[in-house]
């Protein structure tokens, strides 16, 4: 049998060159599980590290039909027009139990998709969201690589995909609705410590009075979080996606912030602590996988939970004779 090869000196030049399809390969070639892929996948990320980290990182969510696809095609123009080169990345954390993707229909993006100035890469399916997080990371790296020195990484609200994708971006845009019935109180406390920006979107038409009502109410509640350590209070703009209405202002917002964390530091800290928070995450990913997949660990899993609920040893005496064997 053939032994299949792939030449990575040839990929990792046209990926600088900015070739997208070669850029597209070598996203594929890290997303692959397959055993003889993930050679080839380190040596196209070692290569690629030393020219990446010099984007400004994105992170857009907000509940499926809120906007995130119009909205980013709106502000993905505007950036585009001010030279700047776009890469979308998606992190869908139903993919991998629904196998359809809320996110894998970008048709909606039509202008971004036409542009050469634009990536759009819908979410690699994976098993845990930890999976799917380390590939999204590599192929941030890539895309920097290949010249796009704007990238977005969207994701849907729901549960920890949030917390894993403002994790690795250096800016968190929060999408709401006026009036869903949703506007404070559904709101997780912990979305709105996250965020550096709340947009109300969809402020169009006879929209516009709500979500001005809107906009005062979260300014109000953003007022009772405790200050953030690097000093960026949590902007609220409205915006319409649909009509390209304040997305300039949400452009300019986001390079004041550039500007005022670059100048003091915190960017580079907020980097540096978050290559410190995924080493430490996937140690313990890893740690925990290998640990749960052993056969004579199952095997006493089951013996040990039945003695902690017939009340014979504590759970913690079970964990330790777990860990001790
Ligand atoms: P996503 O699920 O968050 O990606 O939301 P989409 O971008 O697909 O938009 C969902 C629906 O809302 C579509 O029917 C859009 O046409 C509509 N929509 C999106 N943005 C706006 C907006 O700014 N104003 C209005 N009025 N409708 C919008």
Same mark, same amino acid.
């Given at each position: 049998?053939?032994?299949? +090869?792939?030449? #990575? =000196?040839? $990929? ?13 390969? %070598? @996203? ?40 995130? +696809?119009?909205? #980013? =095609?709106? $502000? ?13 990345? %998606? @992190? ?234």
């Amino acid at each position: 049998r053939q032994k299949a +090869s792939i030449d #990575i =000196e040839a $990929l990792f030049e046209s990926i600088q060159q900015g070739n997208i399809s070669a850029l597209s390969q %070598a @996203i594929t070639l890290v997303e692959s599980t397959a055993g003889k892929d993930s050679a080839f996948a380190k040596a196209i990320l070692g290569k690629a590290l030393p020219y990446s980290g010099d984007s400004f990182r994105l992170g857009i969510t907000g509940v499926p039909g809120v906007g995130k +696809s119009t909205f #980013i =095609e709106s $502000l993905g123009s505007t950036l585009i027009e001010s030279g700047r080169k776009v890469a979308v990345l %998606a @992190i869908d954390p139903s993919s991998s139990i629904t196998r359809g993707s809320i996110l894998g229909d970008k048709t909606r993006m039509e202008e971004l998709v036409k542009s050469e100035k634009a990536f759009i890469r819908p979410s690699p399916a994976g098993t845990t969201l930890g999976g799917v997080a380390r590939k999204t990371r590599e192929a941030i790296v890539l895309c920097e690589a290949a010249g796009f020195d704007f990238i977005i990484i969207e994701t849907v609200g729901v549960g920890q995909s949030e917390t894993a994708v403002h994790s690795m971006t250096d800016f968190f845009l929060l999408l709401k609705l006026a009036g869903a019935g949703d506007d404070l109180q559904g709101i997780k406390r912990g979305i709105m410590e996250m965020a550096d920006m709340i947009v109300i979107n969809k402020a169009d038409g006879e929209n516009q009075t709500a979500a001005k009502h809107a906009k005062r109410e979260f300014q109000n509640a953003l007022h009772l979080l405790p200050e953030k350590e690097h000093g960026w209070s949590t902007k609220v703009l409205t915006a319409s996606g649909l009509n390209h209405l304040g997305i300039e202002e949400v452009y300019q917002k986001i390079t004041e912030f550039q500007n005022y964390t670059n100048e003091s530091g915190s960017f580079e800290n907020r980097r540096n602590n978050q290559e410190l928070f995924w080493l430490h995450q996937t140690i313990e990913d890893q740690l925990k996988s290998e640990f749960y997949n052993r056969p004579e660990i199952q095997l006493l899993i089951e013996k040990l939970e039945r003695q902690v609920l017939e009340k014979k040893i504590t759970a913690f005496e079970a964990a330790e004779r777990l860990l001790k064997s």
